[in-house]
Structure formats: structure tokens, C-alpha cells
């Protein structure tokens, strides 16, 4: 079954500096990759999303990359800001049509004003 | 805009008891998920359903059962509760295929003493 890895589980910048999680996955055959924040008590939201067919994908400060050769994606976040601090989860589709997403186990983001 | 919800924000259960979570959603998704978030570990998959009574397991899926008698409501049934159970469970619906959003409840944290 998919497999995937983020890192780092917990990360630390200053208010204005950019962050980078990232995230391997073990099924070449996923080819959707979508990127959910959690912010304290609240319910995770979607993002930012990616399809395999695409390199690189931008909302404003948000960008997202894929590597299928790799099999690594990545969220970045530039200028960032007090409200950016939350914990970030990526995930993949099991395989290729699947409804099912698995994820990964959490980036912890702190932005320090 | 979208809702889902879910039953009770927390709950406090004795070992031993039949549990019941319900997720109710009002966007007529065909597919409704139930994940459980530790610290730690992200989301897992424990159960799905990608449309009226019919249910697939997800990757924890021992200790549960779900019934999904109407598109809007999916239950989450623990036929005994275990200590290990101890977690917050979290709903999430999306319409049918691959690249479609999951929403999310907002979670039962459920104690299992």
C-alpha cells in the first residue's frame, strides 16, 4: 500500500522567512496530491492540491512541486506570518482513481514574530 | 458551503461499551470517510464509504465497524471500547472521484476509561 514520509515533523522561522515541508510517497501510480493545514483545535482545510500531470502550482504565498521521477512533493511557504502557525499534513491518493488519500504525519509549523 | 458534523466534540465512554459516532453531512457526497488523529501518527484511515451501504476498510480498521444507511450520515461503531481507543476521531465527505476536496468534521475527542 502507499507509503508516506514528511518531514520535517517540526519546523521553526521568523515572521517574513519562507518555509519548505516536504514529502515523500512509495506508489508511482498516485496521482494526487493535496496539502491540508490544521490550525489549534480547528478541523484540517485544504490549501493547495496538485495532479500528477502538473510540475509546480502557486496561490499566492503557497507553492507546491512535484518530483514523480523522485516521488516527492513539496509545500512553500513564502513571507510568512503568525497566522501561517499551524500543523501541515500531506497526502496522497492510493494509486491512481482511488477515493482513499494517505497521509502524512504532520509538519508542526511555528512562525515566530 | 459546506458542513459536516459530527455528534459530540468530546465523550467519555467505560471500557467494554458500545460506542456510537455519527457524521452527518449537507453537500449529497457520495463518499464519507472516519480517521482517527493521535499525536504523532496524522490521520489513518480507518473506514469508508464511497456511497450508500456499501463500506470499504481503510488501514486501522480492527475494533470498528460503520453503517451508512443514508448518503448524508456515516456511523462510526466501536462494539467494545478499549483503553487504545482513546483519540480524536475525525468525519470528512467529498463528492465522488479522485480530485474532489475532503471536508472535514470537526472531531470527537473520545476518552475510553
Known amino acids: 500500500g502507499e507509503n508516506v514520509e514528511q518531514h520535517p515533523s517540526t519546523l521553526s522561522v521568523q515572521e517574513g522567512d519562507s518555509a519548505v515541508i516536504k514529502c515523500t510517497y512509495s506508489?508511482?501510480?498516485?496521482?494526487?496530491f493535496p496539502w491540508y493545514k490544521q490550525e489549534l483545535g480547528k478541523r484540517p482545510q485544504l490549501i493547495i492540491d496538485?495532479?500528477?500531470?502538473?510540475g509546480e502550482k502557486k496561490d499566492q504565498r503557497i507553492a507546491v512541486t512535484l518530483n514523480k521521477t523522485a516521488k516527492h512533493f513539496s509545500l512553500h511557504i513564502t513571507e510568512t506570518q503568525p497566522e501561517d502557525s499551524a500543523v501541515y499534513f500531506c497526502a496522497a491518493s492510493k494509486g491512481a482513481g482511488s477515493y482513499q488519500l494517505t497521509f502524512g504525519k504532520g509538519t508542526k509549523l511555528s512562525v515566530i514574530p | 458551503d459546506v458542513k459536516v458534523t459530527q455528534s459530540s466534540r468530546y465523550l467519555v465512554k467505560r471500557t467494554g461499551e458500545k460506542v456510537f459516532l455519527e457524521c452527518v453531512q449537507d453537500m449529497d457526497h457520495e463518499n464519507m470517510f472516519w480517521y482517527r488523529q493521535d499525536p504523532g501518527l496524522g490521520l489513518r484511515l480507518i473506514y469508508f464509504s464511497y456511497d450508500v451501504k456499501m463500506k470499504e476498510k481503510g488501514d486501522i480498521p480492527e475494533g470498528y465497524s460503520v453503517s451508512r444507511e443514508k448518503k448524508e450520515r456515516f456511523s462510526l461503531i466501536l462494539e467494545s471500547a478499549s483503553t487504545n481507543q482513546t483519540s480524536m476521531y475525525l468525519c470528512?465527505?467529498?463528492?465522488?472521484?479522485?480530485?474532489?476536496?475532503?471536508?472535514f468534521g470537526p472531531g470527537t475527542r473520545l476518552t475510553v476509561l
Open positions: 506508489d508511482s501510480a498516485s496521482n494526487y
Open positions: 470528512a465527505s467529498k463528492l465522488g472521484g479522485t480530485y474532489n476536496e475532503q471536508f
Open positions: 496538485i495532479r500528477s500531470n502538473v
